[in-house]
């Protein structure tokens, strides 16, 4: 668990097995992975990539940072029973559900 106050960084991927409580910060050079709760700021792609992503089985972040692209998270608690990426599609940060095609 990651709670209010502490900051995790990677200079590759970073799993993250546990919650991200809100008040705390997470960042990578390349993708984030939360198998858990996303509830406080995260940043990925901070080698400059925007193909960079951030995915949680429960994406609630307070801000979400893509390279050089912010967002504030999204207004409304999700809803789904699957987990959800957040990803630049032309210059926005959009949340989509993370489906893997077998």
Known sequence: MV???DQISSNGNLFIL???NPGAQISAKKNIYVWGKLCGVAFAGKNGS???TI???YLNALQLRINKTVAIGPKE???NNYPEIAL???GKIVIKP???NS
């Open 98 to 100: 993370l489906l893997i």
């Open 18 to 20: 546990g919650d991200v």
């Open 55 to 57: 995915s949680s089985l």
């Open 50 to 52: 925007d193909d960079s």
């Open 77 to 79: 608690k999700p809803k």
């Open 3 to 5: 709670r209010s106050g």
């Open 88 to 90: 630049l599609e032309r």
